[in-house]
């Protein structure tokens, strides 16, 4: 009978230790969430009592990985196209005509700000394709430079920043500095490079 009095007086003096507030679920500092440590007393059965300095294991709910760079995921909302700022599909660039601002490439490229195109433009290419890497990354685009009916083509590969699309009103013109001897002078592009 002793025993159950004291087993009893125990646990009356425990319950309020176990009636603290609980940490929040989403804690992540492991130190902050306290563990249950068993202790006996003198003649009495274990009793679980709270143990604030003890560090828990580690609990895949409350901690939070740290993310690996590798597998950063792409938030793909962000692609979007605007009135603003309008976008241009590949069956629209292939076989668009290339023009010079007569130019070297040398010339760093400016924005064009008159509301029609320049005289001194000069049509001197088409696009033929685009040029992307097998993880979807544009590469460029081929150019046909010069023939008549497909002889005599010469086809050269434009690095994705030697174009500019440029709009007047409705019209929209694909323009670079390149001038057409230094298309010319470019080696032909090698479409074993490609996937066919």
Do not use: C
């Amino acid at each position: 009978m002793k025993k159950l009095m004291i087993a009893a007086a125990t646990v009356a003096l425990t319950a309020p230790a176990f009636a603290q507030d609980q940490p929040d679920a989403t804690t992540t500092d492991p130190a902050a969430v306290p563990t249950e440590e068993t202790t006996t007393a003198p003649g009495l059965e274990p009793t679980g009592v709270l143990d604030p300095a003890a560090q828990p294991a580690t609990d895949p709910v409350m901690t939070t990985p740290t993310a690996d760079p590798a597998m950063t995921v792409t938030d793909h909302a962000s692609a979007t196209v605007t009135a603003a700022q309008p976008g241009v599909t590949a069956s629209w660039l292939t076989s668009r005509s290339i023009w010079t601002t007569n130019q070297p490439s040398s010339t760093a490229w400016v924005d064009v700000t008159v509301s029609e195109r320049p005289s001194e433009w000069e049509q001197i290419a088409d696009v033929s394709d685009l040029v992307l890497t097998d993880d979807g990354h544009l590469v460029g685009y081929t150019a046909d430079i010069g023939g008549f009916l497909g002889m005599g083509v010469h086809t050269v590969l434009l690095d994705r920043d030697t174009l500019h699309v440029v709009r007047f009103g409705d019209d929209a013109y694909l323009v670079t500095n390149y001038t057409r001897e230094e298309l010319e002078a470019m080696p032909e592009f090698d479409t074993e490079l490609v996937h066919d």
